[in-house]
């Protein structure tokens, strides 16, 4: 049986009144791409942000295969988050520099992987150029190459090819399952079952804070005694999506009251529309 | 703090500084408007005023003066300061001031002024109706005043003499003796400390302030807006390396914006005045080192400070809403500091925060080291600094700066 790497025991995040997730209880294994798949809101990208150390759970805990806490130990972690967060007056280079010194990486053993990965990513002679004038596509495998550079354990992909071209995206996911034959463990967050079902050998399906569903996609198919992975996951998530909270932060009761103030109210009737001209 | 920890903040603190300068209008806004801001005011503006001054005496300007009767002299005198002059009747008028008929005369410029002028017996009455908002009618009137005042100086010294008295010993019963600036015991080192003590601290404080809000914003408000904060978060440094590293490079930004206006403006002192007029303060080591000590307890509070209320914010937009009119806690209380005499100051206004680091730059600069003075500012700035330190790391911690309002 595989190695576990991370264990998540019992974890509940609350923001303000909103139960983000709800005694989430997973292991990772090692040499395996495990697919957190779940509508807007469900609680993916909390769940990511948890296993990457950036919140701390409300109750429960995160902690890798030494019982250490997960954020005293991101060292092991390669993170990708949604917006790629690349820094657009460094070059493509200085960004990958920047992070794998803060990881403590000498630049030359960063710079080796970054080469070997940049090959595969059709990168290389793209790592000089600063990445303001890159496309969507090429920002997301500079965050790709910049999350490898200092050799992680654990890969954390927030929705990885979204807003990708087909083929950037095919590039993307080849590169994900190389590293998985390598050896590596990658977590990859999407709401695309199709995508799920191509690179994950294992799919965790989370709703309204909750995993609903964990397993190959072949067994979640037995489970649900459905045909596709698109009915199971209906079946699965049959009670209507949480409204989805804007903003996590308390609003003060003056600054409620403000807002109020100039907040026009919205007509409800065609009489109170004509009015309102 | 450990290897890797100081090694994480200066990575944090140079990477800042490159992505920083690497906008041509943070390299303007940084280096070349605080080196050139006090040079183009003040040598290019009095240039300016001169040439413009210049134009105005080359103007030839035209008069009506009404009068019963106008002296000899008077009327050559009025002629050679460039103007022309009709002469007319003096209106009938309750008094000379009022303009009466003449009010669209002058409002519509048909003249430039009219000067009024009435014998009565060994007096003379005046006045003068000019146009305020019209430069060519206030240089009118300037110039009948200079006109009329060395007329009437010679006047005064003709009648005096008629009278039998020596005009001199009248006029100027008490004279100095000597040179005047004998008189000063204050050595020219000590002079200059104190014109410096005028502006410096002025300077200091509302440029460390004004050029730490943008990077301050960019840094903390702009990194969460455009999400590179979340990729910062997941490395495996502390939040207090990221405040400290984000610290380091903000000051290091504002001490070289403060440190170039300051330059800027001794150059332009410099060009403008004599070498009596601003020299180098005679300060003592121990007057340097604690001006030094001082520059640094201010700017750790106020970059501190800054960063913590733009780590608050949500967007860009909003913290450049806090920062801006935040301003004023530091504008008033360095107004207010400028006038505040320093000889038997009392101690409590070294315990105030803003005016106690401008009091003591004052102080220091004029080369006065008061122990009971020092100890107040130094601990109290002490106090506020690590108050701001500690609210600006509260403001690092909070889980929900990851997330931003885009």
């Excluded at chain 1, 007056?89 to 010194?101: G, V």
């Excluded at chain 1, 190959?216 to 209906?234: C, F, G, H, I, K």
């Excluded at chain 2, 003068?128 to 060519?136: A, D, Y």
């Amino acid at each position: 049986m595989a190695k576990s790497l991370l264990s998540i025991r019992d974890v509940t995040k609350n923001f303000a009144e909103v139960e983000a997730l709800q005694k989430i209880s997973l292991e990772i294994y090692s040499g395996e791409i495990v697919g957190l798949v779940g509508s807007n809101g469900a609680g993916k990208t909390t769940l990511l942000r948890l296993m990457a150390g950036v919140y701390k759970p409300s109750s429960g805990t995160v902690v890798l295969s030494n019982g250490e806490p997960v954020m005293n130990m991101r060292h092991e972690l390669g993170v990708v988050p949604e917006s790629t967060g690349l820094y657009s007056r460094l070059t493509a280079w200085e960004n990958i520099r920047y992070h794998s010194r803060m990881h403590g990486v000498k630049d030359s053993i960063a710079w080796a992987r970054t080469e070997k990965f940049a090959q595969h990513l059709d990168m290389k002679d793209s790592l000089g150029r600063h990445t303001k004038g890159f496309s969507r596509g090429m920002k997301q495998k500079t965050a790709l190459l910049r999350a490898l550079a200092h050799g992680p354990n654990i890969l954390l992909l927030d929705e990885p090819t979204a807003g990708l071209d087909i083929t950037s995206a095919r590039t993307v996911r080849a590169l994900v399952r190389q590293l998985r034959d390598e050896g590596g463990t990658v977590i990859y967050s999407t709401h695309q079952l199709a995508e799920a079902q191509q690179v994950c050998d294992r799919i965790v399906i989370i709703h309204n804070g909750e995993i609903r569903a964990d397993g190959s996609p072949q067994q979640l198919l037995q489970d649900t005694e459905t045909d596709s992975l698109e009915e199971a996951y209906v079946s699965l998530t049959l009670d209507q999506a949480r409204t989805r909270k804007e903003d996590n932060t308390k609003e003060s009761a003056f600054t409620g009251w403000w807002r109020r103030l100039f907040t026009p109210k919205t007509p409800s009737t065609t009489q109170e529309v004509m009015e309102s001209e | 703090m450990s290897e890797g920890s100081f090694r994480r903040v200066r990575s944090i603190a140079k990477k800042e500084v490159v992505e920083f300068t690497r906008d041509w209008r943070t390299i303007i806004a940084i280096i070349v408007i605080p080196l050139l801001m006090f040079p183009l005011l003040f040598i290019l503006f009095p240039v300016l005023l001169e040439s413009e001054a210049a134009e105005l005496d080359a103007l030839e300007l035209s008069i009506i003066i009404q009068t019963d009767g106008l002296p000899e002299n008077l009327a050559e005198n009025i002629s050679l300061s460039g103007m022309n002059y009709s002469i007319e009747e003096l209106p009938e008028t309750s008094s000379l001031a009022v303009p009466g008929q003449d009010l669209d005369r002058v409002r519509n410029s048909s003249t430039d002024a009219v000067l009024r002028f009435e014998s009565n017996e060994d007096i003379w009455n005046y006045a003068i109706l000019h146009l305020s908002t019209s430069e060519r009618s206030n240089e009118a009137r300037y110039r009948i005043l200079n006109v009329l005042s060395d007329w009437e100086n010679s006047e005064i010294r003709e009648r005096i003499d008629q009278g039998g008295l020596d005009v001199n010993e009248t006029l100027d019963p008490l004279r100095w003796d000597g040179e005047i600036s004998a008189g000063d015991v204050a050595t020219s080192g000590e002079q200059s400390g104190m014109i410096l003590s005028l502006f410096i601290p002025l300077v200091l404080a509302i440029w460390t302030y004004s050029s730490a809000i943008q990077p301050s914003i960019d840094m903390t408000a702009g990194e969460r807006e455009r999400g590179t904060l979340e990729a910062l978060l997941c490395l495996p440094c502390s939040r207090m390396e990221l405040l400290f590293g984000k610290w380091l490079a903000v000051a290091t930004i504002t001490g070289v914006g403060v440190l170039l206006q300051i330059f800027g403006l001794l150059f332009a002192i410099g060009y403008l005045a004599t070498s009596s007029f601003i020299g180098v303060p005679q300060l003592s080591i121990v007057s340097i080192l604690l001006i030094v000590l001082s520059i640094m307890l201010f700017a750790i509070m106020v970059v501190a400070f800054e960063l913590a209320l733009a780590m608050r914010s949500h967007s860009v937009k909003e913290a450049g809403s806090i920062l801006a009119p935040a301003l004023m806690l530091i504008l008033f209380p360095a107004l207010f500091t400028q006038v505040i005499n320093l000889d038997g100051i009392e101690g409590f206004w070294f315990a105030i925060p803003v005016v106690n680091i401008l009091l003591a730059l004052r102080e220091l600069l004029m080369n006065r080291v008061i122990t009971e003075h020092v100890i107040i500012w130094a601990v109290s700035s002490v106090i506020y600094a690590s108050l701001a330190a500690y609210y600006a790391s509260k403001q690092f911690s909070r889980e929900d700066i990851v997330t931003s309002l885009s």
